[in-house]
């Protein structure tokens, strides 16, 4: 544990003296060719799977609007690659009306602003499916950190800074930090989700990536609520 400890703070270091750059990825993790074969999985397995997945959202889009007849997609901005911010899709999964008061609330174990399908869709998480579209945008890509708020992107900051070190990815559909320490509702597990993505930043490769989208499929498949 201990060595573990000395490795993130002498990576987080090497980051921060600029042997990496913000908003470059890093040549001494990745390849250009693994970059290549990375980014060239991205659009193949979502344009792939917005056509497979084509009746599902159907399907979904019905039953959110039968619910409330609210909009099925709801969108947000999130702070994303190289620190800019862009449009980030969702199935709708609270009521509305869920911030009406302009405040940004982190979604929690029981709450209330969940529509009774919506409840559903984030604990398996389906809600998540049109990001497909942001990873084919290159918005996103299949793996990486989660993208959040500037609001709390700030918050996290304010703790960390490391945290701009995460800049230098595009956030991810899936992210070893979901699949290990599932949705954040505290400040606590926020930064619990920092450690793991700046382990994610020191340790990719085409492997592991393969490896997070394989034990997140299955852990949806076989019932796992994050």
Same mark, same amino acid.
């Given at each position: 544990?201990?060595?573990?400890?000395?490795?993130?703070?002498?990576?987080?270091?090497?980051?921060?003296?600029?042997?990496?750059?913000?908003?470059?990825?890093?040549?001494?993790?990745?390849?250009?060719?693994?970059?290549? +074969?990375? %980014?060239?999985?991205?659009?193949?397995?979502?344009?792939?799977?917005?056509?497979?997945?084509?009746?599902?959202?159907?399907?979904?889009?019905?039953? /959110?609007?039968?619910?409330?007849?609210?909009?099925?997609?709801?969108? #947000?901005?999130?702070?994303?690659?190289?620190?800019?911010?862009?449009?980030?899709?969702?199935? %709708?999964?609270?009521?509305?009306?869920?911030?009406?008061?302009?405040?940004? @609330?982190?979604? #929690?174990?029981?709450?209330?602003? +969940?529509?009774? /399908?919506?409840?559903?869709? %984030?604990?398996?998480?389906?809600?998540?499916?049109? #990001?497909?579209?942001?990873?084919? %945008?290159?918005?996103?890509?299949?793996?990486?950190?989660?993208?959040?708020?500037?609001?709390?992107?700030?918050?996290?900051? @304010?703790?960390?800074?490391?945290? @701009?070190?995460?800049? #230098? +990815?595009?956030?991810?559909?899936?992210?070893?930090?979901?699949?290990y320490n599932g949705y954040t509702d505290t400040m606590e597990k926020m930064l619990e989700r920092l450690r793991?993505?700046?382990?994610?930043?020191?340790?990719?490769?085409?492997?592991?990536?393969?490896?997070?989208?394989?034990?997140?499929?299955?852990? /949806?498949?076989?019932?796992?609520?994050?």
């Open positions: 544990m201990k060595m573990d400890n000395e490795k993130d703070i002498v990576f987080s270091k090497t980051l921060q003296m600029g042997m990496i750059n913000e908003g470059s990825e890093n040549n001494g993790v990745m390849s250009p060719a693994a970059k290549a +074969l990375k %980014r060239g999985f991205d659009i193949l397995c979502s344009a792939l799977g917005l056509v497979v997945t084509s009746p599902l959202f159907l399907v979904v889009c019905w039953l /959110i609007r039968r619910e409330d007849r609210g909009p099925a997609i709801f969108r #947000q901005e999130r702070i994303g690659y190289g620190g800019r911010p862009f449009m980030l899709y969702k199935f %709708r999964s609270m009521t509305v009306m869920s911030e009406a008061d302009g405040r940004p @609330a982190l979604c #929690q174990k029981n709450d209330k602003r +969940l529509t009774r /399908i919506g409840r559903f869709f %984030r604990e398996h998480p389906l809600d998540e499916l049109p #990001q497909l579209w942001n990873v084919l %945008r290159g918005d996103m890509s299949f793996v990486g950190p989660r993208p959040e708020r500037k609001y709390f992107v700030d918050k996290i900051m @304010a703790e960390n800074s490391d945290y @701009a070190l995460l800049y #230098q +990815l595009r956030p991810g559909l899936f992210s070893p930090a979901t699949l793991m993505d700046l382990e994610y930043l020191r340790d990719r490769s085409l492997w592991l990536d393969l490896k997070i989208i394989y034990l997140t499929v299955m852990s /949806i498949l076989t019932g796992k609520k994050f």
